[in-house]
DNA sequence: TGTAGCATGTAAGCCGTTACATGATTGA
DNA sequence: TCAATCATGTAACGGCTTACATGCTACA
């Protein structure tokens, strides 16, 4: 794949779980890489364009193969804005709570339907099993913090004044 | 609170939505604070030590109930690393999927215990309510973690050879 | 002929980490 | 008296971002 590709592929599928890099990161690391020797890279293109089409090489495989049956994994990491801004909720009113759930519920649907056009791209395609479960991982992800999200906004006090205190 | 008790208190309860900050993060980031005005910091300790404890200002109250309510909330960010071992699953054997994912699930049920352990420290204390709903929230994602990997183990292929191919 | 998409990079900077470095206080 | 905990910082570096910069190809 050309690194604009190894971008594009990013974006469908591994921004759900991880990060989409910037398309700058993708190239530095693609050379990194090249250096290292874990992938190939050659020049292609009719009429000699100077696309660099890259591919994963023996020892890349290896490493890589290491690396996932090997190595412990993390546990995930998560940056969760909306939570952050909920848990100093009482610095300001519950109605500005409220309404910033709502919001998130609206955009967290989005996602959902983003990612099931994924999963439904995948679905019968023998090769393409494991990401299939890990979009059903991610499908339930979403369905769960909708459903949690939904709770806690009715668990919110019913509009009066402003804040409280907290410490 | 001292920088000190600051990375505490982030360790008890921030590092399950956020990240739990290194102490010289805490440090450097305090300062700026100070500097920005946001914060305001006294000398304190009997028999004059140098210990600095901070205090936020009015000025620092009024920009995070302005980030709070104001400011778009970003998607959450994940970062899972067993989810981005299992997408490439293919490249090695489905029994060493199986085994991670029943790592995961007894790392994942430790840090519910830890979590359930600071959700009954909030209970009953109406000035942290808004930390205990974002416990539950932390809760109740933990608790759909643990599922749906559950389920993903059993629909994994039976232990046969070794790998298939990926692309 | 112009614009959207394909394609590749460099530079500066932010957020966060680990490693390094220091010192006071409490209590076994 | 020694170790754990409280307490504060600096330096180097990693991963990732935004801004900047360039040029080809397909097609409306």
Do not use: C, N
Not at 15 to 33: C, G
Not at 40 to 66: F, H, K, M, N, W
Not at 113 to 131: C, G, N
Request: a neutral charge.
């Amino acid at each position: 794949m050309t690194g604009y590709e190894v971008k594009q592929r990013a974006d469908r599928t591994l921004r759900f779980y991880w990060v989409a890099p910037a398309m700058s990161q993708v190239y530095s690391e693609l050379a990194r890489l090249a250096d290292a020797g874990l992938v190939t890279a050659s020049l292609v293109g009719p009429g000699g364009r100077r696309d660099r089409r890259y591919r994963i090489s023996p020892d890349g495989l290896a490493r890589l193969r290491e690396w996932q049956t090997t190595s412990e994994p993390e546990f995930p990491i998560l940056k969760h804005p909306v939570a952050l801004r909920l848990l100093m909720g009482s610095i300001s009113s519950p109605d500005a709570a409220r309404a910033m759930l709502t919001d998130y519920r609206r955009t967290l649907a989005e996602r959902r339907a983003e990612l099931s056009a994924v999963r439904e791209s995948l679905a019968d395609r023998p090769e393409f099993a494991y990401p299939a479960l890990v979009a059903d991982w991610g499908l339930a992800y979403y369905a769960s913090e909708d459903a949690i999200v939904a709770e806690l906004s009715e668990r919110l006090p019913a509009a009066d004044g402003s804040g409280a205190s907290d410490s």
